[in-house]
């Protein structure tokens, strides 16, 4: 229920008193943790161990909706070298249909069925962080043919990685990639 109309809606940040109180958290206590980056010089939270069972689910209950309505998903995040990562989002077109889009370092080509994208996370740096961002308007398109990006329902993020923020953005941020 938050006013999208501005630059940027932030949807996760590690600072504060309880950042995940609105997430869903899946795996050990051990697995999941909230830890001081001195690279970054702020929070994170930390996502350690399989894919399969570690996890950060928003939001925490399934028949709930985020709503987001921004084309730009971006995730600040850091991909420790020889480990998976994957996230998984739920979206919904101007038909009312939901779809998933699972993107995984594991993987190697892109696979789609009619409401379900598996897509490679194969160019993605490690061992630095990176503003991931995802224009969800035009995976939307270009996967699932004639379908048009309505909003974003549900964010799930699995092991392994430290995850800064998570925000949408009304414009294509910057490119900073550095040749």
Same mark, same amino acid.
């Given at each position: 229920?938050?006013? &999208?109309?501005?630059?940027?809606?932030?949807?996760?940040?590690? !600072?504060?008193?309880?950042?995940?109180?609105?997430?869903?958290?899946?795996?050990?206590?051990?697995? =999941?943790?909230?830890?001081?980056?001195?690279?970054?010089?702020?929070?994170?939270?930390?996502?350690? %161990?399989?894919?399969?069972? =570690?996890?950060? !689910? +928003?939001? *925490?209950?399934? /028949?709930?909706?985020? %709503?987001? $309505?921004?084309?730009? +998903? $971006?995730? !600040?995040?850091?991909?420790? +070298? %020889? &480990?998976?990562?994957?996230?998984?989002?739920? =979206?919904?077109?101007?038909?009312?249909?939901?779809?998933? +889009?699972?993107?995984?370092?594991?993987?190697?080509?892109?696979?789609?069925?009619?409401?379900?994208?598996? =897509?490679?996370?194969?160019?993605?740096?490690?061992?630095?962080? #990176?503003?991931?961002? $995802?224009?969800?308007?035009?995976?939307?398109?270009? $996967?699932?043919?004639?379908?048009?990006? !309505?909003?974003?329902?549900?964010?799930?993020?699995?092991?392994? #990685?430290?995850?800064? *923020?998570?925000?949408?953005? /009304?414009?294509?941020?910057?490119?900073?990639?550095?040749?």
């Amino acid at each position: 229920n938050v006013f &999208q109309g501005g630059p940027f809606v932030e949807v996760f940040s590690a !600072q504060g008193k309880d950042p995940v109180a609105k997430w869903r958290l899946s795996g050990s206590q051990s697995a =999941i943790w909230k830890d001081f980056d001195k690279e970054v010089k702020s929070f994170v939270f930390v996502l350690e %161990g399989s894919s399969q069972t =570690i996890k950060m !689910q +928003l939001p *925490k209950e399934n /028949k709930h909706m985020l %709503g987001l $309505i921004q084309r730009f +998903l $971006i995730l !600040q995040l850091y991909i420790p +070298l %020889g &480990q998976d990562f994957s996230a998984e989002l739920l =979206i919904t077109d101007l038909a009312n249909i939901k779809r998933r +889009l699972y993107l995984s370092t594991v993987h190697k080509e892109l696979s789609a069925t009619p409401l379900h994208a598996k =897509i490679p996370l194969s160019i993605i740096r490690r061992r630095v962080w #990176c503003n991931l961002c $995802i224009d969800l308007a035009a995976f939307t398109s270009g $996967i699932f043919k004639s379908a048009v990006f !309505q909003s974003l329902d549900g964010i799930t993020i699995s092991a392994n #990685c430290k995850l800064r *923020k998570i925000y949408t953005m /009304k414009l294509k941020p910057q490119d900073t990639v550095e040749q």
